[in-house]
T-cell receptor, first 111, second 114 residues
Framework: DQQVKQNSPSLSVQEGRISILNCDYT??????FLWYKKYPAEGPTFLIS?????DKNEDGRFTVFLNKSAKHLSLHIVPSQPGDSAVYFC??????????FGPGTRLSVLP | KAGVTQTPRYLIKTRGQQVTLSCSPI?????VSWYQQTPGQGLQFLFE???????NKGNFPGRFSGRQFSNSRSEMNVSTLELGDSALYLC?????????????FGPGTRLTVT
């Protein structure tokens, strides 16, 4: 049973618009979350994190929102750029250990 | 600051052989985690080492093992290779203290078992 789900395998967005990537988790003990992007033939690149004591964290064009009651987090990219085209993974953990990764969402930003 | 490095980047082995992969973490990071990525299973956690001790382990058979040295460098070993072990093996390092749990990944080692 998948503990971390990313129900959209792919997403296409126009350049300059907002990209919203979603992630749901089932384990209520998860309290630390990470987002990564991955280009082909490279390791994942860390983007942004959030702990359960917050409901929002922002870093430049990237904002992560956490809804603990719904066990849902989302990554917003504004504005989206063609270079953002990649696979995005969310990961969840309890206490920063044993991260469980979602299956990923492939984002395509169209010029 | 140099990133996480992994060697070799590519490896071709025959079924039944064994293989050792190496990972050098970011300087100062004491935690090293290993993951297997396959198209069908995504990123799956293998194990994590912290200060030379295996602290966490995923659901992989005993053929998969690892160790960490005093300089935090880590190796992963797979014995009696099977075709299904073909995957991208990623290691990630983190500071892992003071609520700083972000993991930084290396480029991976692409293992092909024939």
């Amino acid at each position: 049973d998948q503990q971390v789900k990313q129900n959209s395998p792919s997403l296409s967005v126009q350049e300059g618009r907002i990209s919203i990537l979603n992630c749901d988790y089932t384990n209520s003990m998860f309290d630390y979350f990470l987002w990564y992007k991955k280009y082909p033939a490279e390791g994942p690149t860390f983007l942004i994190s959030i702990s359960s004591i917050k409901d929002k964290n922002e870093d430049g064009r990237f904002t992560v929102f956490l809804n603990k009651s719904a066990k849902h987090l989302s990554l917003h990219i504004v504005p989206s750029q063609p270079g953002d085209s990649a696979v995005y993974f969310c990961a969840a953990s309890e206490g920063g250990q044993n991260f469980v990764f979602g299956p990923g969402t492939r984002l395509s930003v169209l010029p | 600051k140099a990133g996480v490095t992994q060697t070799p980047r590519y490896l071709i082995k025959t079924r039944g052989q064994q293989v050792t992969l190496s990972c050098s973490p970011i300087s100062g990071h004491r935690s090293v985690s290993w993951y297997q990525q396959t198209p069908g299973q995504g990123l799956q956690f293998l194990f994590e080492y912290f200060s030379e001790t295996q602290r966490n382990k995923g659901n992989f058979p005993g053929r998969f093992s690892g160790r960490q040295f005093s300089n935090s460098r880590s190796e992963m070993n797979v014995s009696t290779l099977e075709l299904g072990d073909s995957a991208l093996y990623l290691c990630a390092s983190s500071w892992n203290v003071l609520s700083s749990y972000e993991q930084y990944f290396g480029p991976g080692t692409r293992l092909t078992v024939t």
